[in-house]
Each structure stands twice: as structure tokens, then as C-alpha cells.
């Protein structure tokens, strides 16, 4: 079928257990909250965007409108603006390491050379610290991946406001230095 990608990441993972230590620290410390849904979740984040808006038009072949992917949240038909509620669409985020560590090789392999990568944690003190008509959804086929989903019918300006405020309360686990290269 073509030619198999190499592994993006095999030198700089080898280092990986510092990686796998604070996402443990912090997988521990934080818990779950009441509901199922973990205390802490990550999310992969790439140079130049935040934890949770794209800063370009495009992402691979997904258009990119106002900072949000259409591939990421259900789009109306008649209302380009207008994001329709479903709980199959949303911001993927992992609740383990080895989740967010298939994420990281997932996308590290359509990232163009030397583009910086980083694992953003959101901490949740309680289910009211996520956003009004928003939460989370954990995928049927995998439990350590959740959606940040949307519950009831926003525009997209709306939406793109409280990604902003989430994206204003993620950290950034420093020291990982990750870099794509092929």
C-alpha cells in the first residue's frame, strides 16, 4: 500500500518514563470525580495551536472555521456557524498514559519536521468547573478516551469562548521537549 512511516518518536520516548511518572502523579492525585469522569485529563497539543483552538484554516484534510475542526464538532448544515449537540462529537482528550501516549504517536506522524508537541492536563476540581452545556462522554470502544462534548445547540462563537476559558485553566507538563521529525 506505501511506504510504512517510521516511528516519530522512538529516540525522544525512550525518555518516556519521566512522561509516564507525572501523568501518574497527577492521574493519582486528582482521582475521579463523582460520575466516573477522572479528576485530570490530557490532551496532545501542537505548535502553533493551544490545549483546545487551532490557530490555522486548515488541519490535514479537515477545514479549521473560527478555531474549531469540523471533523472535532458536529457542524449544521443550513447554519455553518451553528454546532449541533452530539455525543459522538467533540475534543478528544485521554485519561491515561498509554492513551496519551498512542495520541502522541497517532498525530506525531502527520506532523511536519520539527514541529513542537506538548501534553496539556486539565485539571477538574468538580463536574461545575466544566463549562454550561458541555461534558464529557467516554468512547464506547475505549475507556481511557473521552470527548469533550457539547449538550445542547451553541454557535460557534459561543463554543470557541469556552474552549478559550478551558484552554486558560490547562497546564502544560514542561521538560518534554517533543519534536516531530520523520
Not at 55 to 68: A, D, P, R, S, Y
Not at 98 to 127: M, R
Amino acid at each position: 500500500m506505501g511506504k510504512k512511516k517510521p516511528y516519530v518518536f522512538q529516540n525522544q520516548l525512550k525518555t518516556i518514563d519521566n512522561i509516564e511518572a507525572k501523568i501518574d502523579e497527577l492521574i493519582k492525585k486528582y482521582g475521579e470525580l463523582k460520575g466516573g469522569i477522572p479528576g485530570v485529563l490530557f490532551r496532545t497539543k501542537i505548535a502553533p495551536h493551544t490545549s483546545t483552538i487551532y490557530k490555522t484554516e486548515t488541519l490535514g484534510k479537515h477545514k479549521v472555521i473560527q478555531g474549531i475542526k469540523e471533523a472535532d464538532y458536529k457542524f449544521s448544515k443550513s447554519d455553518p456557524f451553528m454546532i449541533k449537540a452530539s455525543d459522538e462529537h467533540g475534543l478528544s482528550f485521554s485519561s491515561t498514559f498509554n492513551q496519551t501516549k498512542f495520541t502522541l504517536d497517532l498525530i506525531g506522524k502527520f506532523q511536519k519536521k520539527k514541529t513542537k508537541i506538548d501534553v496539556a492536563y486539565w485539571i477538574l476540581e468538580d463536574s461545575k468547573s466544566i463549562p454550561e452545556d458541555m461534558a464529557f462522554v467516554q468512547d464506547p470502544n475505549n475507556d481511557e478516551h473521552y470527548l469533550l462534548v457539547i449538550t445542547k445547540d451553541m454557535k460557534i462563537t459561543t463554543l470557541v469562548e469556552k474552549l478559550s476559558w478551558i484552554s486558560q485553566r490547562m497546564a502544560v507538563i514542561n521538560g518534554l521537549q517533543l519534536e516531530a521529525y520523520k
